[in-house]
């Protein structure tokens, strides 16, 4: 996995972390123990946030690179939120466009991949893996409002 410089903040109640810039990702780099496979510009957030209901990547390809694989899950389907760049990606054998403000779904068994097609801008993306078919309390119905006024200090307060 990759070792991260950064020292997150961790409360009782939340984590927070800074890691830059998606250019910044580049910086870091993740390893599988299990395959030879060194990517540069992946940072994985389940360790560093201690995410507890899904995984979460930050990610920058470089120009005219690709994933050098295909890959799929056994459990977790898979949400890719395009911010930066132009490319396509692929599954089973389909292949789409994808540009800033694409975003795919991927059920766990579609074997994947993607490429940066650019000659000089980086593919920028966020990935959010979750076991598929276990949410079941939908944004509205699983909110709780808290019935006291909203009030804020500044961070030189704190």
């Not at 510009?41 to 995410?51: T, Y």
């Not at 692929?90 to 074997?111: C, L, M, Y």
Request: aromatic content about 10%; overall charge negative; glycine content about 6%.
């Amino acid at each position: 996995m990759s070792s991260l410089p950064i020292t997150p903040r961790i409360g009782p109640n939340f984590a927070t972390a800074h890691l830059g810039t998606f250019a910044d990702l580049r910086q870091y780099c993740f390893t599988a123990s299990d395959v030879p496979l060194k990517l540069e510009g992946k940072v994985f957030l389940r360790q560093l946030l201690q995410l507890t209901s899904s995984e979460i990547s930050l990610n920058n390809l470089p120009p005219q690179t690709s994933i050098p694989f295909y890959h799929k899950h056994h459990l977790n389907e898979e949400i890719y939120i395009f911010i930066e760049g132009m490319g396509e990606f692929q599954v089973d054998g389909q292949i789409f466009s994808i540009q800033p403000g694409t975003i795919v779904r991927v059920d766990p068994e579609g074997e994947r991949c993607l490429r940066n097609l650019s000659l000089s801008e980086d593919l920028c993306w966020i990935t959010i893996q979750a076991r598929a078919d276990s949410y079941s309390g939908y944004t509205i119905e699983d909110g709780i409002g808290i019935p006291k006024p909203v009030q804020w200090n500044s961070i030189a307060e704190q």
